[in-house]
Structures are given as C-alpha cells and as structure tokens.
C-alpha cells in the first residue's frame, strides 16, 4: 500500500497542497471509521503519527465533535503491537518507566501501554488526555479494582510484595492528606490474608500504625524503614 493512497480516500475533500499537522489531522479525522484499515499499516501509521506529532496544537483547534472524531481513529499501537483508538473498551496508558507486578496472569488485558514513537508522539498522546502510567495510578486504576473483585491468594501475595516495594515510590510525591487517603482505599481492599489463607480486609484489623496496616507480606523485617 503507498503512503500517500490513504490520502484518496474522502471524497469532495480538497487538495491537500502541504502536508503538515494541521492539513492531515483535518483530512484524517474526516473519514469514516470503516476507512480506517490502513492504520493497520505500520509504516503508515507511524508516518502519519509522526507528522501528526510534529505540531500538536491543531488539537486545541478542534470542537467537541470533532474530538470525538479523534477518539474513535484507531493509529494508537500498544507495546503488545494491538492497535486501538481512544475510545476503546481497553484502559491506554503512556509509560512513565515504572515495572508493574509481574506474574499476575489475571491482571493481563486490564490495560495496554502505548508505543510512542519519542517524546512529540508521548506530548500528543498526553494532550489527547491520556494518563502516564505513574505507580500511583496503577494502584488506584488497575490494582485496587482488581483486588476488589476476590483475586486469588497468590495474586494477592504478588501485589503485595510488589507494593511493599514500590511503597516509597508511591507515596513520595504525596502530601499528607492524598497519603492517608490512599491508606484508605487500601485499608477497605480485600488483600489482607488471614491466618487460614483467606481473603479480608485491613479495616477489619486493629492497626495502630501505617506500618502495621500493610498487609503481612509487607512487614517483613526487610520492608521495615
């Protein structure tokens, strides 16, 4: 497929005589869903990202429909090679260089992570209003709904361990009242393991410190500040 056929598409549309940021995010945006089977191109895709990229602020210009036209184009790659636009049923993330806990086979499919193609590509992408994947957000948009629906002890015992660790990394940014609010939403989680392996919650515990309250993976003497 040539680079320059999906420009052909829209019929009644004028000329494109430059091609830049602006003349193809209008021509782009315009054309039917069903239209879209290029993106599927690599090659194109990232061509025309690219150049979509280079000036982001058409996307200042557009008004609401418009917009909504952007979310449903399908050129955003995952790192797992999917192809999705924004209004997707997957959650989309931007990597903001953190390792989330692995071996959770469950966790698999509840988000997606965006391949950029550099740092105009990952701009763009944030003022399309897509989240940085930060800790934090794992946390509150990915792991806590997940523990909310009775994950498996082993489950549990991964993420656990994986919060202990990322804990510093997690509250460092944190003001008192956002640190204690994430306490909170931990303590109300289902991802405390009794003395009999099941499951239950920390506010159902007597727990006289923040340190007390983690889960028992996570009082381990090697996690002890």
């Known amino acids: 497929m040539s680079l320059y056929s999906p420009l052909t598409k829209l019929e009644g549309c004028e000329f494109i005589k430059e091609l830049n940021s602006h003349t193809l995010s209008n021509y782009l945006i315009y054309l039917p869903v069903d239209e879209y089977e290029f993106f599927q191109n690599k090659e194109i ?10 000036n982001i602020s058409w996307i200042d210009e557009l008004d609401e429909n418009e917009k909504e036209y952007l979310n449903d184009m399908p050129f955003l790659s995952s790192e797992n090679g999917d192809i999705y636009a924004k209004n997707s049923d997957v959650k ?27 740092e105009k590509h990952h ?3 944030l003022k399309m209003g897509f989240e ?9 948009q990915v792991i806590l709904p997940f523990i909310e629906n009775e994950p498996s002890v082993d489950d549990v ?17 944190l003001d008192e009242a956002e640190e204690q609010d994430l306490v909170l939403s931990l303590s109300t989680a289902y991802f405390v393991i009794d003395s009999d392996c099941n499951l239950n919650k920390a506010g159902n515990y007597y727990h006289p410190t923040l340190f007390a309250s983690l889960p028992t993976a996570m009082q381990d003497i090697n996690y002890v500040p």
Request: charged share 20%; hydrophobic share 40%; with cysteine.
């Open 92 to 118: 989309l993330y931007l990597s903001a260089g953190f390792s989330p806990p692995k071996h959770v086979h469950n966790l698999k499919g509840e988000f997606e992570i965006i391949s950029t193609l550099g």
């Open 123 to 125: 701009q763009m992408c």
């Open 45 to 54: 895709r990232e061509y025309f990202t690219d150049i979509l990229a280079q």
């Open 157 to 173: 015992i991964i993420i656990s361990e994986w919060l202990a660790n990322s804990w510093d990394e997690l509250v460092n940014e």
């Open 132 to 140: 940085e994947q930060t800790p934090l957000n794992y946390l509150k």
